[in-house]
Nanobody, 124 residues
Framework: QVQLVESGGGLVQAGGSVRLSCAASGRSFSSYTMGWLRQAPGKEREFVAA????????YYADSVTGRFTISRDNAKNTVYLQMNSLKPGDTAVYYC?????????????????WGQGTQVTVSS
């Protein structure tokens, strides 16, 4: 059974940094693409970043390029999202997701497994 467990969210001031973690378990993820998506109150879930487990190719939403970095630790089966220069507009619940295959997608319905989400609140 696939499990994705996020951690690391919280309250941070604008301009600050937060690192989210996603511990993945239940199977080998070598054929998966891992993503971070977020959902703000009253808005649709949106793509943030993705990484191929094998090869490590990364992809970002325009809104976070240059500020956020996605990475993975194969030994720990963990994916990270380092978020710097945070803005109040980054406030959302952040979800870790897994997609079978190496083709990345920005569509939330393209992911097969989801974590429970972790809240990130950026105060001005």
């Amino acid at each position: 059974q696939v499990q994705l467990v996020e951690s690391g969210g919280g309250l941070v001031q604008a301009g600050g940094s937060v690192r989210l973690s996603c511990a993945a378990s239940g199977r080998s993820f070598s054929s998966y693409t891992m993503g971070w998506l977020r959902q703000a109150p009253g808005k649709e879930r949106e793509f943030v970043a993705a990484i191929r487990w094998i090869g490590g190719g990364t992809y970002y939403a325009d809104s976070v390029t240059g500020r956020f970095t996605i990475s993975r630790d194969n030994a720990k089966n963990t994916v990270y999202l380092q978020m710097n220069s945070l803005k109040p507009g980054d406030t959302a619940v952040y979800y870790c997701a897994a997609r079978l295959g190496l083709l990345t997608t920005r569509r939330s319905d393209g992911y097969d497994y989801w974590g429970q989400g972790t809240q990130v609140t950026v105060s001005s």
